[in-house]
């Protein structure tokens, strides 16, 4: 049997997970599940671990649960690490959220200052868990939830001596199934194109049983209650013409490159009355907690729908099982190029459909970007490859010059004030600096 190693264990999203290693029992034969967390997150692990020992045991699967705050005990001889921590918990996320905001600029728990500021206080961690895995788990995969999801797995591969390394968005199993549910069909039965960076990724084309139905996918994503798949983006659309002309899927996290002064404005407001994300948050997540800790509680409750990474499981979990089982079947996920985008360089990290086999996964040929997009996903990458490197350096000006360049952020004067302030605001998170 297997051993897997969840880093963030206490996560409201470990139901999920354990759904998935239930669901796929038969082909994945999990033997011990170690949720591991920190002192901070002791108490969540207890509640939700004692839930996941519940939902084995009335599914009858004979996976054996451990819940420790002891990582290297996890880790050691691990055959699948997966990682879902974060680092200073919501309250980080929701300064990050708050902070551009008062500069007029975009707070977002991946995007903008809040990416930046994310990426530099989760790099440092999975950098230690990378040279732990070096030691006590060589072989194993390294399955990363942890956002920025992109740049966290870019920073393995170029910083780590970790090779086994995928990253994982639920946005891309998301909008397959979202368009599967506009097309009244199977989820089986659509396929899309992938190719970008996370949270900045395209559907270059959309097949059902093979056939493309790109047109007819974009005009239902012209009705603004199609336009996004994740609950964290809702209540904006698309201009059609827009999307006609893009002639591409673009993914909800567009959204706040291609209608940034609505996308602010709606988060200023919700900032006002409901609070930002990360705030609404923190209080589905206590109405989460408390469901779990019911003792009557056996399965997923339907609530954690209500979160943003919904379906992760089925994405983690179709994603362990295709390599251990060498299933060569085709997923989007995060991993080093090799050429599989022509515009992008062969050693970064990108989003792209990818097929899935017992050496990981082996990217699709998806040729150029189109040209309408090319430029700002490499602005993107360059954003994000100064971003790793000032997490690694802790080097302010590198820092600086990240926010910079970043496409949400409107000048040098704003960019050094908003790192500035998350500098120190965040500062307990950041040894490095
Ligand atoms: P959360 O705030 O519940 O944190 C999860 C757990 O991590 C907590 O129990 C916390 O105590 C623990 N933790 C913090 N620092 C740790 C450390 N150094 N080592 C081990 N554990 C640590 O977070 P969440 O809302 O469940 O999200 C978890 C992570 O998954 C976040 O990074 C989030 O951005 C990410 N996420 C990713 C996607 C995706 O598409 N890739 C989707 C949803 C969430
Ligand atoms: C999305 C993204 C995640 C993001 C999350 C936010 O679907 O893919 O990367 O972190 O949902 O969800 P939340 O419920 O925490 O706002
Ligand atoms: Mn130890
Ligand atoms: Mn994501």
Redesign the pocket.
């Known amino acids: 049997g297997l051993k897997i190693a969840t880093i963030g264990g206490g996560s409201s999203y470990t139901p999920e997970l354990v759904e998935g290693f239930i669901k796929r029992y038969n082909e994945l034969p999990v033997k011990e599940l170690w949720l591991v967390d920190i002192e901070e997150g002791k108490e969540k692990l207890e509640i939700v671990g004692d839930l996941a020992k519940r939902m084995v045991e009335k599914a009858g699967i004979p996976i054996d649960i451990y819940l420790t705050l002891d990582r290297e005990e996890a880790l050691k001889e691990a055959d699948f690490v997966t990682t879902q921590f974060r680092v200073g918990l919501l309250d980080a996320?929701a300064k990050d959220e708050r902070i551009p905001l008062k500069y007029g600029v975009i707070g977002q728990?991946?995007n903008g200052p809040g990416g930046l500021f994310k990426a530099l206080r989760t790099i440092p961690v999975i950098l230690d868990i990378c040279r732990e895995m070096e030691r006590l788990c060589p072989n194993a995969w390294l399955i990363n939830f942890t956002?920025?999801?992109g740049m966290v797995t870019e920073a393995v591969l170029r910083y780590s001596n970790i090779e086994k390394v995928v990253g994982l968005?639920?946005?891309p199993i998301?909008m397959e199934m979202g368009i599967a549910k506009l097309l009244s069909v199977e989820h089986s039965r659509v396929r899309i194109d992938f190719a970008g960076l996370?949270?900045m990724v395209y559907g270059l084309d959309v097949y059902l049983d093979g056939i493309s139905v790109k047109d007819k996918v974009i005009d239902l994503l012209t009705d603004p209650r199609n336009s996004s798949f994740?609950?964290?983006?809702q209540g904006l659309g698309w201009e059609p013409a827009f999307l006609k002309a893009l002639n591409a899927l673009p993914c909800?996290?567009h959204m706040y490159y291609y209608k940034t002064r609505d996308m602010l404005e709606k988060d200023l407001k919700n900032a006002e009355t409901e609070g930002t994300?990360?705030e609404?948050?923190q209080k589905?997540e206590k109405e989460l907690f408390e469901l779990y800790k019911d003792p009557n509680l056996n399965v997923k409750p339907p609530q954690l729908e209500?979160?943003?990474?919904?379906y992760y499981s089925d994405a983690a979990v179709r994603l362990i099982t295709s390599i251990y089982t060498d299933k060569r079947d085709i997923q989007p996920v995060n991993t080093r190029n090799n050429g599989a985008i022509a515009s992008i360089p062969d050693d970064s990290a990108v989003e792209v459909s990818c097929v899935i086999t017992k050496d990981g996964p082996k990217p699709m040929a998806m040729g150029d970007l189109p040209v309408a997009v090319r430029g700002l996903v490499q602005q993107i990458k360059s954003f994000e490859k100064v971003a790793i490197e000032a997490a690694v350096t802790g080097d302010y000006n590198t820092a600086l010059l990240a926010l910079i360049i970043n496409p949400l952020v409107p000048s040098d004067t704003v960019a050094k004030q908003i790192l500035d302030e998350m500098l120190e605001a965040h500062k307990q998170y950041l040894p490095q600096f």
């Open positions: 996320r728990e991946t956002n920025p999801a968005c639920n946005v998301g996370n949270h994740v609950k964290n983006i909800p996290y994300r990360a609404v948050v589905l209500k979160r943003g990474g919904a």
